[in-house]
C-alpha cells in the first residue's frame, strides 16, 4: 500500500491562503492522488483529487509535484469552517485488493479569527 | 436523498457482549467499507467487501466479524474478542472501477461505541 506523510498540524489566520502538505512518495503510476477532510465528529467528505496536473475546484486547488511524490492541498482563503483533519490517500482505479482505501492521521488544520 | 446511513448513533456496551453496527447505503455502490477511528488518530481499516457474499481483511480485523448478503447493507458485529472497542466507527461506500469522480468514497456520520 501506498504510505503517505504529513505533518501533525498546521495553523492558519481567517481569510488566508493556507497549503497543506502530503508526501505520497510510494505512489504507484496509476494511482490517482485524492483529500478529504474531517470535521470533529463527522465522517470525512471528498474534497479534490487529481492524477499528474494541477486541479481547481470549488472547494480548493490541488498542486501535484512533477515527480508526483508529493502534493499539496491550497484553500486559497481560510475560513473558520475549514478547521478539520485533511487526509491525502492515494486510490487505485482498479478492483482488487487495490479498491480499499488507507488514510494515515491525516493533518489537523486550525484556523485563528 | 441518496447517502449512508449509520445507526445506532451512540451505543453502549457492556463487557462481554457482542454489538451490531447498522450501515446503509442507497448509492447503488459496489464497494463498501468499515473504519476504526481512536480519538486523536486517523483512520484504520477493519473489513471491506467489493461486492455482495464477498469480503476482505483489512489492517485490524480482529475481533471483529461482517457480512455482507445485500447490496445495500454491511453490518458489523463488535465481538467480546475485540478487547478495547470504545471508539468512533465509520462506515463507507464507493463504486470500485474506473477514475474518479466515480470512485470516490462516501462515509457516513459515524456510530460511537462505548464499552461500560
Known amino acids: 500500500d501506498a504510505k503517505t506523510t504529513q505533518p501533525n498540524s498546521m495553523e492558519s489566520n481567517e481569510e488566508e491562503p493556507v497549503h497543506l502538505p502530503c508526501n505520497h512518495s510510494t505512489i504507484s503510476g496509476t494511482d490517482y492522488i485524492h483529500w478529504y477532510r474531517q470535521l470533529p465528529s463527522q465522517g470525512p467528505e471528498y474534497v479534490i483529487h487529481?492524477?499528474?496536473s494541477n486541479v481547481n475546484n470549488r472547494m480548493a486547488s490541488l498542486a501535484i509535484a512533477e515527480d508526483r511524490k508529493s502534493s499539496t492541498l491550497i484553500l486559497h482563503r481560510a475560513t473558520l469552517r475549514d478547521a478539520a483533519v485533511y487526509y491525502c490517500p492515494p486510490r487505485s482505479p482498479y478492483t482488487g485488493a487495490n479498491s480499499k482505501l488507507t488514510f494515515g492521521k491525516g493533518i489537523t488544520l486550525s484556523v485563528r479569527p | 436523498d441518496g447517502g449512508i446511513t449509520q445507526s445506532p448513533k451512540y451505543l453502549f456496551r457492556k463487557e462481554g457482549q457482542n454489538v451490531t453496527l447498522s450501515c446503509e447505503q442507497n448509492l447503488n455502490h459496489d464497494a463498501m467499507y468499515w473504519y476504526r477511528q481512536d480519538p486523536g488518530q486517523g483512520l484504520r481499516l477493519i473489513y471491506y467487501s467489493q461486492i455482495v457474499n464477498d469480503f476482505q481483511k483489512g489492517d485490524i480485523a480482529e475481533g471483529y466479524s461482517v457480512s455482507r448478503e445485500k447490496k445495500e447493507s454491511f453490518p458489523l458485529t463488535v465481538t467480546s474478542a475485540q478487547k478495547n472497542p470504545t471508539a468512533f466507527y465509520l462506515c463507507?461506500?464507493?463504486?470500485?472501477?474506473?477514475?474518479?469522480?466515480?470512485?470516490?468514497?462516501?462515509f457516513g456520520e459515524g456510530s460511537w461505541l462505548t464499552v461500560v
Open positions: 487529481g492524477l499528474t
Open positions: 463507507a461506500s464507493s463504486t470500485w472501477t474506473g477514475s474518479p469522480p466515480g470512485n470516490t468514497i462516501y
